[in-house]
C-alpha cells in the first residue's frame, strides 16, 4: 500500500465537500468513477464516509493500481470495484469499457495540473458522455484565473510542474468552463479549499 501525505491531509475536506453535494441523493445507489485515483487513499476514505455510493477507482499506473488493490483487501471496502486501467487522454469509448449515462458522479483529484491539456479535453468530453443527466463532474486543484495565477507560490508550482514536463501546469478555469460547456455540463460552484485550492462542481445539463 502506497502513501500519499498529502492524500491523508486533505482527504476530509474533499469528503465534505463529497457529502454536501451528494447528500439531497443519499436515498439513491450512486455510482461514482474516479480518474487517477493514484495511491488509493482517498477511494477508500470516501467509500467508509459515502456508503450509498459504488466506488470505481482507475489509474494508468500499475502500481497505483496494485496499491489501491491493497487498500480494498486491508480495509474489506464493500463499495469500491477493482481499479481500472484508464488513459482521460482516451476516447471515452476506450475507457474500460464504460457505457453511456453510467456515472452519477465523476471525480478528478489533481488530475488537471499533472495532465496535458488532451487529458483535460478527454475528461470533459467523457464526462459528457458517461454522466446521466444532472450528474456531477467534480475536480480538485489549484488553478490559474482569467491566464492569471496567484499568489507567488502557485506561479512556482506552476512553473515546477512544467519543468517536470512542458505539457503539465496549472489549468485556466475559464478555459476548463468553455470545455464543460462544450460537452453539455456547466460550471455550478467553486468552493474554496486550503491553501489555494478549489472544488470546481460541473453539472451535466
Not at 83 to 88: G, R
Not at 128 to 133: E, M, S
Request: hydrophobic share 40%; aromatic share 10%; proline share 4%.
Amino acid at each position: 500500500m502506497l502513501l500519499s501525505p498529502q492524500a491523508e491531509r486533505n482527504w476530509e475536506d474533499l469528503c465534505s465537500v463529497l457529502e454536501e453535494v451528494l447528500e439531497d441523493q443519499s436515498p439513491r445507489k450512486l455510482f461514482a468513477l474516479e480518474l487517477g485515483s493514484g495511491t488509493g487513499q482517498h477511494v477508500i476514505r470516501f467509500a467508509q464516509k459515502i456508503p450509498f455510493v459504488t466506488w470505481q477507482p482507475s489509474d494508468i499506473k500499475e502500481e497505483y493500481r496494485d496499491s489501491i488493490k491493497a487498500y480494498i483487501d486491508a480495509t474489506q471496502a464493500k463499495t469500491v470495484l477493482q481499479p481500472i486501467f484508464l488513459d482521460a487522454s482516451e476516447p471515452w469509448e476506450k475507457w474500460a469499457g464504460l457505457s453511456r449515462n453510467s456515472c452519477d458522479v465523476i471525480i478528478a483529484i489533481k488530475l488537471l495540473q499533472y495532465s496535458s491539456f488532451k487529458t483535460a479535453q478527454g475528461v470533459f468530453s467523457g464526462a459528457g458522455q458517461l454522466l446521466k443527466q444532472n450528474g456531477l463532474l467534480i475536480t480538485h486543484g489549484v488553478f490559474a484565473v482569467n491566464g492569471i495565477i496567484t499568489p507567488s507560490c502557485n506561479e512556482h508550482l506552476d512553473e515546477e510542474l512544467r519543468k517536470l514536463n512542458p505539457e503539465w501546469g496549472l489549468p485556466d478555469i475559464d478555459v476548463l468552463r468553455q470545455q464543460a460547456y462544450g460537452n453539455g455540463l456547466r460550471l455550478e460552484r467553486m468552493i474554496e479549499m486550503e491553501d489555494y485550492y478549489k472544488c470546481l462542481i460541473f453539472r451535466k445539463l
